[in-house]
C-alpha cells in the first residue's frame, strides 16, 4: 500500500497521522495555488465572476445523465462504468470550450466570427449557455454508451 493510503480496517498509529496531515497541507497549498494562477489567467482573458460561476455550474450538471442512470436502474453504473465516464468527461469540456470560446468571442472579432459557426442559441453567444452545453453533450455521450454496451438481458 502506498504510504497515504488508508485501507479503512487500521487505526492509523501517530507517526501516520502526521504523514497523512503533511500531505494534505502540500496538497491543498499546490490546488491553492493553482486555482490562484487559474483564476488570475482566465481574469485576464476576460472572465468575470458570473461566466466562471455558469461554466463550473455546467460542469457539476454533466454530471445529472449518469446520476439519474445510477438512480433510475439498479446496477447501471457498474454495467455502463466506461460510458458514464466519458459522458461526465465529455460534457464537461464541451461546457468549458463552449464557455471559454463564448469569453473570447466577446472580445476578439476574429474568434467571434468561429463563434458564430457554432452559435446554437438566437443572439450573442454566452458562458450563461454552457451548463446547457454541458449537460447536452453528456446525455448524447451517454445515450450512445447505453445503445453500444451489451444489454443486460442477453446475460
Known amino acids: 500500500a502506498r504510504p497515504h493510503q488508508f485501507d479503512g480496517g487500521s487505526k492509523l498509529s501517530d507517526k501516520d497521522t502526521a504523514e497523512l496531515l503533511a500531505y494534505s497541507r502540500r496538497v ?22 458570473a461566466d466562471l460561476v455558469f461554466i463550473i455550474y455546467g460542469s457539476t450538471v454533466a454530471l445529472l445523465p449518469t446520476i439519474l442512470l445510477a438512480l433510475i436502474k439498479d446496477g447501471a453504473a457498474c ?9 461526465i468527461l465529455g460534457g464537461v469540456a464541451a461546457g468549458w470550450t463552449y464557455g471559454i470560446l463564448a469569453v473570447a ?15 446554437l442559441f438566437p443572439g450573442q453567444m454566452s458562458s ?21 454496451a451489451p444489454s443486460a438481458q442477453s446475460q
Not at 454495467?79 to 459522458?87: C, E, F, L, N, P
Not at 468571442?105 to 452559435?119: C, G, M, V, Y
Open 28 to 49: 491543498v497549498l499546490v490546488l491553492a495555488i493553482f486555482g490562484a494562477l487559474f483564476a488570475s489567467v482566465l481574469t485576464y482573458l476576460g472572465f468575470q465572476v
Open 79 to 87: 454495467q455502463y462504468r466506461t460510458g458514464a465516464v466519458i459522458s
Open 105 to 119: 468571442a466577446a472580445s476578439n472579432p476574429a474568434l467571434s466570427s468561429i463563434a458564430n459557426l457554432i452559435k
Open 128 to 148: 450563461f449557455n454552457s451548463p446547457i452545453i454541458a449537460v447536452a453533450v453528456s446525455i448524447v455521450l451517454l445515450a450512445v454508451a447505453l445503445t453500444r
